[in-house]
C-alpha cells in the first residue's frame, strides 16, 4: 500500500492553463515535501509545509497544506513548457523518506 | 555549498557483472539514502545510512547493498547484475530531522544499463 497518492497520474496541457495535482494520504505528519524532477536529473526539492492550512507560493506555485496534515495540493497558473516534469510530494516520518506515485506534467508551447 | 555528487553519471554493464556506485553528500549531512527509478515504478526505497549505520532497508534481494564512510561517502553495490536492475539510481542526502521535518537533497543520479 503506497503511503502517499498523487492524482493525477498524467497531465498535458496547452501552455497558460491553469492545474492542480494532489497528494493524499490517510497518515498524520509534521512535514510534507514537493520535489521536480526532470528527466535523466534527480528531484529538486520545491517547498516543505509544515503548518496545517499552511500556503507558500513560488512565483505561478501554489502549495497548499491541508488543515489536517494528510494531504496536499499544489497549483500552478499559466503553466510554461519550463513546469514540464515530473512532480512528487513525500513525506519523512521518522527521518525515512516515502515519496508519492508522482504526477508526470506535460505544458504543450 | 557544493551539493549532493553521484559517480559516475552512466554506465553500461554486462547481465552477471557487479557494479559500485558512489555518492558523496553535501557536508554536514549524515544521512544518505538510495533510490531505484524505473520507468512506471517510481522511486524505490533501496536503503538509507546514517552515521555509517543501516537504518533502513527496502525491499530490495540481497544483491543490492551499501555501506557509509566515516566521511559520509556512500557506495551502494549490485551484484550479478540482471536486465531488469537497468535504471536511474538516486542517492539524496539530509541533516536527518531537524524539529519534526527534514528535506532530501538529490544527486544528478547515475543511469545504469545492464546489457
Known amino acids: 500500500t503506497q503511503l502517499l497518492e498523487q492524482s493525477p497520474q498524467f497531465l498535458s496541457i496547452q501552455e497558460g492553463e491553469n492545474l492542480t495535482v494532489y497528494c493524499n494520504s490517510s497518515s498524520v505528519f509534521s512535514s510534507l515535501q514537493w520535489y521536480r524532477q526532470e528527466p535523466g536529473e534527480g528531484p529538486v526539492l520545491l517547498v516543505t509545509v509544515v503548518t496545517g492550512g499552511e500556503v507558500k507560493k513560488l512565483k505561478r506555485l501554489t502549495f497548499q497544506f491541508g488543515d489536517a496534515r494528510k494531504d496536499s495540493s499544489l497549483h500552478i497558473t499559466a503553466a510554461q513548457p519550463g513546469d514540464t516534469g515530473l512532480y512528487l510530494c513525500a513525506v519523512a516520518p521518522g527521518g525515512q523518506f516515502y515519496f508519492g506515485t508522482g504526477t508526470s506534467l506535460t505544458v504543450i508551447p | 555549498k557544493a551539493g549532493v555528487t553521484q559517480t559516475p553519471r552512466y554506465l553500461i554493464k554486462t547481465r552477471g557483472q557487479q557494479v559500485t556506485l558512489s555518492c558523496s553528500p553535501i557536508s554536514g549531512h549524515r544521512s544518505v539514502s538510495w533510490y531505484q527509478q524505473t520507468p512506471g515504478q517510481g522511486l524505490q526505497f533501496l536503503f538509507e545510512y546514517f552515521s555509517e549505520t543501516q537504518r533502513n532497508k527496502g525491499n530490495f534481494p540481497g544483491r543490492f547493498s551499501g555501506r557509509q564512510f566515516s566521511n559520509s561517502r556512500s557506495e551502494m553495490n549490485v551484484s550479478t547484475l540482471e536486465l531488469g536492475d537497468s535504471a536511474l539510481y538516486l542517492c539524496?542526502?539530509?541533516?536527518?530531522?531537524?524539529?519534526?521535518?527534514?528535506?532530501?537533497?538529490f544527486g544528478q543520479g547515475t543511469r545504469l544499463t545492464v546489457v
Open positions: 539524496a542526502s539530509s541533516l536527518g530531522l531537524v524539529q519534526g521535518r527534514t528535506e532530501a537533497f
